[in-house]
């Protein structure tokens, strides 16, 4: 499987432009007040580029459609004219918001020439959208294959399919049965077969199979909606969000302190513990 690298900006566009540095510009102003102009100048300048470079970024959009009779989060950075389309699929849980950054590093990364999107999983939502129904692994499955049918049947490029975790098992699934429109499969940290040998696997596979420990560890979870936003912000950010971004850190706050969108995640788990200890 092939990992993409992370995008970062040349050094050079964070620099000021040539012909005086800030400190230089500084200088000026201090020992010859009537050349106060150059530091405006250079400032100037910065601003100007910073704008560029805020208008050339694109910035994924958010919407929200119904796929199956469910309604799911989207999110998308179209190219102009793309000559193909990246369609990601998230883990579980999946919380398309987790992945902002990452989607707009991808759209950079390849020059704007592909149309970015992602699918969530449903019910894995901010709100209760399908009044606690629960969806299994393969109704998971299916929910992306008709996305595709529904949305992108008329597209007449290729379409390349990113799975993080276990979304690399859906976009295998996908693959296989949509093969004359998906053309390759991109793995980022594949999920596909259990490893017997792991402890948290094992933990994790008991408290999904039990409808008991499901509920009620997704009822503690979910009071965590008592807590102030910030509160909650704070919570994750000294806990399991160490090293997350902002971006990740509220998407967990709004997503995962639901009732709902744990049991679905714990639902979505079982059935996927039981699918990929089969092959």
């Avoid at 690298?5 to 432009?17: A, E, H, I, K």
């Avoid at 579980?92 to 020059?111: H, I, Q, T």
């Avoid at 290729?158 to 699934?173: M, N, Q, T």
Wanted: charged share 20%; hydrophobic share 40%; aromatic share 8%.
């Amino acid at each position: 499987m092939r990992l993409l690298p992370s995008v970062t900006p040349p050094l050079r566009y964070f620099l000021p432009p040539i012909g005086g540095s800030i400190l230089q510009a500084s200088s000026s102003l201090i020992l010859v007040s009537g050349r106060r102009y150059r530091l405006n100048h250079v400032t100037a300048n910065m601003e100007t580029q910073n704008k560029l470079m805020n208008e050339a970024k694109k910035h994924v959009d958010s919407r929200l459609c119904r796929v199956s009779g469910s309604m799911t989060e989207i999110m998308e950075i179209q190219a102009e004219n793309p000559t193909f389309y990246v369609l990601f699929i998230p883990g579980n849980p999946g919380v398309v918001s987790f992945y902002k950054e990452f989607l707009e590093s991808l759209y950079e990364f390849l020059d704007g020439n592909a149309s970015v999107i992602a699918i969530g999983q449903i019910s894995h939502t901010s709100k209760d959208w399908e009044s606690g129904r629960l969806f299994s692994f393969q109704e998971q499955i299916d929910h992306k294959i008709d996305f595709i049918r529904q949305e992108l049947e008329s597209v007449k490029v290729p379409i390349i399919l990113v799975g993080h975790s276990i979304g690399s098992y859906i976009s295998l699934e996908i693959l296989r049965k949509y093969s004359e429109k998906v053309v390759y499969c991109i793995g980022l940290y594949p999920f596909l077969t259990l490893n017997q040998q792991s402890t948290k696997q094992s933990l994790i596979g008991k408290l999904a199979a039990s409808s008991v420990l499901s509920a009620t560890a997704s009822f503690l979870i979910a009071s965590l909606r008592l807590l102030p936003m910030s509160a909650a912000r704070l919570l994750v950010s000294n806990s399991i969000g160490a090293s997350w971004s902002d971006t990740a850190v509220q998407a967990t706050c709004t997503h995962l302190r639901q009732y709902h969108t744990m049991r679905n995640v714990l639902f979505m788990a079982k059935s996927e513990f039981r699918e990929v200890l089969i092959i």
